[in-house]
C-alpha cells in the first residue's frame, strides 16, 4: 500500500486553475519532493491530501484512507506544518508544545523517542516566546509540534523557506534520521538543491507535474529544459 | 578606486545585546556584493544602518558619498531598494508605480515617462505598461519591483531576498537583469538564501552573530575552505 | 489520553492575558463609556440661557423673573427689547425668549420663543420654564404631570442600558471573531483542522475567555451605575445579571457567525463593527424611541436582540419591575441565543473552504 496516491487532482480557485489533473504515487517510507516555483500548485496538492480542502475532479488516498469519506481518520494519523509559520507566537515553546499535544490527545512523553532528537535542540529555550525564535528555531519547533502524535504520513509545506543555509541543511538531516523509523514524508520546495535530499522528485509548475524522477544532477537546468519544451 | 559604500567598525547595541559589532568592509562602484548570513546574524541591522533607517550606536562610514550618521536623508534619495516582502502595489498599473517612485525621488513626469519606456523596453515588457501589478505572474512582479527600485538611477541598490519563490527560468532572468545594471555602474547590495546565486556575486561576505566571518570572492572562499560549493563555505563556517 | 477542554481554554486565556493593551482597551472602555454619558453626554436641562422681554416691568414680571434667575436650570441672560427677540436667539445669546404681555399683572399671558435647533433641549426647557415662571399658579393649574420612574429626569438612566447592549456586543462579538480569523490568518487553524479536535471544542474555548471577561465588564458597569449614576437597579440584581449573561452567550454566538463569514482580521472587525452595531444603534431604542419608527422599520427592530435586552434592562434597572415582568424578553433572547449557537456551530467549517 502506498502512504500517498493521487488520481487525476483538479482544483480551480474562482478564476484561478490551481492544479490541471495532477497524478503522483508516494510509496511508504518515501521522501518525496514537489520541486516549483509560488503558484505551481504546491500548498493545493497539501491541502487536498490533509483533507483541507476538497478537489473539484479526482480522487486521492492518504495512508489508505478516502481522502473525503475518511477525513476524519486521516486527521488522526497526518502530521502537517503548513508553509507560513504557524505557532503561537505569544505562546512559550512548551506550551505550543503541550497544547499540540493536547489536539492529538497524547503527551510529550508519549512518543518522546520520535522527537527527542529535535526537542533536545529546542529546550533549552522551552520558556521563551515562540515569536521570539530564530527562524531556524522556529522550524525545529513546528517540526516537533507535527511530529508529536507519532504520524505515519508527514506533510511538511515549504519548510524551509527564508531560512538560512545552514538551519536548511540541519533541516534535512532531521528528516532523513526521521525516514529511518520508517514515514513517509511529503515535502515541497523552491530550492534546487535541496531536491537532491529526496528519494523521488515531481517537478511542478502552473497546476501540472512536468517529470517525476530520482533528483538528477543539475537540477536546475533539467527543469530549465523542461519548462521550455512545454512552452 | 570609487569606493561607493565604505564603513568603519559599524556597530550597534540594542541595550546589552551587539547585533553588529564593529563590521568594516568597502564596496567598489558597479560591484555585485552579496551580504549574507545565517537568521538573526545581524543582516537585517546593519542594511537599516546603511540605508539611513537607524543610526549606528558607534563606528562611522558613508554611502554613495555620504556620511551615514548626519546625512540619511540623502543616502536615501541616492538608493534603491527592494525587498520581497514589499515589492509594488497590486493595484496600481505598472506605469502608475513607476511614476509614484519617481515622484517620490523628485523626478519630472517627463523624466518618469522616458526612463520608464527604456527601462520596460529593455525586458520587453513595454506592452503591458498599463496593466494593473496584481495581475501579473509573481517571476514579473519581481522583476518589475528590481526595475521600480531603480528607476531614479540609484548609485547603489539594496536587494533584500529579491528571488525568494520564484520559478529558475525567471531567477536566471533576475540576475542578467542585475548583471547589466552592475556593468552599467549600479552597485548591487544583495541578501539572499540561495547559496547558488551567492556564486554569481562579484565578492561575497558572511556574517555570523553580528561579525564579518569572511568576506572574499566566491573562488577564494571555496579554496579557502576546501568546498565544492557555496552552500559548503557556508555551512562549514557557521557550524 | 483524552483531548482536555480545559487546556483549549488556557491557551485561550493565555493569548488574552499576554495581549495586555487589547485587555486594557477591554476593560476601560465600558467604564469610560459609562462616565461620559453619564456626566457629559446628557439631555437633562442645567443652565439653558433665558432672555426675558417685557414692555412692561410689573411687579408680577420682576417676581417670575426672580424664580428664573434662582432656579438652577436657567441662567438669566437680561432684558432684551421685542425687535431683537430674533436677534438673539440666532447669535445663541439664549436658547428662549420669555415675552410677557403688557398686561401680565391681571392677564397672566406670557408667551416662550424658543430655539428649535435642539428639540430635545427645546422641548424639555418649555416644560421646566412654564413652571418656573408660573410658580405657584402651576399647582392650581388644571392637569398635572408627573413622571414616573425617573422622578429627576436624568437622562443617564436611560444610556445605560443602551451602552450595555452595545458594548457587550462590540468585545464578545468582535473580540472572539478577530480572535478565530487571526488563527485563519496565521495559519494555526489550518494546523487545528488537520486534527482530530472537535469543531465544538475550538468554538467553547474561544468564548468562555470573553464571556468571563465581559462578566467583568458587566460588574464594572452595574456597580458604577447603581453607586456613581445612582441608577435604581430596583427589579433586582440577579435578573440584571442573569439576562446580561444570556446575552453575552449571544453575542459570541454572534461572533461565531461573523468569524465564519470573515477571512481577514479587518474585515472581521468590520462586520462586527458596521454591520452589527449600526443597526444597535438605529434599532434599539438607544437613539430614537423604538415606537416612533415606521412600521417597516419597527419589524426589523423585533429581529435585533439588543432591543430585546436593552427593553428588559430599562425595565429591570430603572423602572423596577420584577424578573417576572420580562419573561417576553427573556424567552425571546433564549430563543435567539439558541438558534445563533446551533446555526453557527453547523456552519463552523472543518475545512478550508
Known sequence: MNAIEANNLFKSYRSVQALKGVTFQVGKGEVFGLIGPDGAGKTTIFRILTTLIL???????????????????IRTRVGYMPGRFSLYPDLSVGENIDFFANIFGVTLEENYDLVAPIFRQIEPFRTRRAGKLSGGMKQKLALCCALIHKPSVLFLDEPTTGVDALSRVEFWEMLASLKETGISILVSTPYMDEAARCDRIALMCEGLILEICPPPARLEDYFIELMTRNG | MDNVIEVRNLTKRFGSFTAVDAISFEVPKGEIFGFLGANGAGKTTAIRMLCGLSFPTEGSG???????????????????????????????????????????????????????????????FSGHRND??????????????????????????????PTGGVDPITRRQFWTMIREAASSGTTIFVTTHYMDEAGYCNRVSIMMDGRIKALDTPSVLMKEYKAESMNEVFVKLCR | MQIRLSAFIRKEMLHILRDKRTMLVVLVIPVMLILLFGFTVTTDVNNINVAVCAPNRCHAVSESVNRLVFSSYFRFKGYVDAADIDMTLRTGKAAAVVVFAADYATSGLFQLILDGADVNTASTSQAYLQHVIL?????????????????????????????????????????????????????????????????????????????????????????????????????????????????????LALGMMVSNM????????????????????????????????????RWISYVIPARWYIDAMRKLMIEGVAFIGVMLEFGILLGQTLLLIAVSTKKFNDRLE
Open chain 1, 55 to 73: 478537489p473539484d475532479k479526482g480522487s486521492a488516498r492518504t495512508d489508505g484512507l478516502d481522502i473525503i469519506k475518511d477525513y476524519k481518520e
Open chain 2, 62 to 124: 558613508t554611502v554613495a558619498g555620504f556620511d551615514i550618521m548626519t546625512q540619511g536623508e540623502q543616502i536615501k534619495r541616492h538608493i534603491g531598494y527592494m525587498s520581497q516582502r514589499f515589492s509594488l502595489y497590486g493595484d496600481l498599473t505598472v506605469f502608475e508605480n513607476m511614476q509614484l517612485f519617481g515622484g517620490i525621488y523628485g523626478m519630472s513626469e517627463k523624466q518618469i515617462a522616458a526612463r520608464a519606456a527604456e527601462l520596460l523596453e529593455k525586458v520587453q
Open chain 2, 132 to 161: 494593473l501589478v496584481g495581475s501579473l505572474p509573481l517571476g514579473w512582479k519581481q522583476k518589475l519591483a528590481f526595475l521600480v527600485a531603480t528607476v531614479h538611477n540609484p548609485e547603489i541598490v539594496f536587494l533584500d531576498e
Open chain 3, 135 to 251: 410658580g405657584e399658579k402651576a399647582r392650581q393649574s388644571l392637569f398635572e404631570m408627573h413622571q414616573l420612574y425617573n422622578p429627576q429626569m436624568k437622562s443617564a438612566f436611560n444610556f445605560v442600558p443602551g451602552i450595555m447592549g452595545m458594548i457587550f456586543l462590540l468585545i464578545c462579538a468582535m473580540m472572539t471573531s478577530v480572535s478565530i480569523v487571526k488563527e485563519k490568518e496565521v495559519g494555526t487553524m489550518e494546523v487545528l483542522l488537520v486534527s482530530p479536535v472537535k469543531p465544538a471544542y475550538i468554538i467553547i474555548s474561544k468564548m468562555v475567555p470573553y464571556l468571563l471577561l465581559s462578566c467583568i465588564d458587566l460588574a464594572t458597569i452595574l456597580l458604577l451605575a447603581r453607586f456613581v449614576l445612582d441608577v435604581p437597579l430596583a427589579g433586582g440584581v440577579w435578573g440584571i445579571v442573569g439576562i446580561s449573561v444570556l446575552y453575552l452567550v449571544l453575542s
Open chain 3, 262 to 297: 470573515a477571512r481577514s482580521q479587518i474585515v472581521a472587525l468590520l462586520i462586527s463593527a458596521m454591520v452589527m452595531m449600526m443597526p444597535v444603534l438605529f434599532f434599539s431604542g438607544l437613539m430614537f424611541p423604538i415606537e416612533n419608527l415606521p412600521w417597516a422599520l
